[in-house]
């Protein structure tokens, strides 16, 4: 806790995905993230984006 700071963060965040199946076993995988911070703090307000890739595979 940090006594006399008033902070207040707010955090969005948005995410999708899809996977395209190769045949009834294997399939390619992406998911897409972005996410935003802001602060009214000085110095914390920030965007991330992340971009995943996969295999997925099943019996």
């Known amino acids: 806790d940090y006594i006399g700071i008033d902070g207040h ?5 948005a995410e999708a995905g899809l996977t395209w199946w190769l045949n009834r076993y294997a399939g ?4 897409v993230r972005t996410e935003k911070l802001t602060s ?5 307000d920030y965007t991330a984006n992340s ?3 996969g295999v ?3 019996r």
Do not use: E, H
């Open 9 to 13: 963060d707010r955090v969005l965040s």
């Open 28 to 31: 390619l995988t992406t998911r």
């Open 40 to 44: 009214n703090l000085p110095g914390r």
């Open 51 to 53: 971009i995943f890739l």
């Open 56 to 58: 997925k595979v099943q």
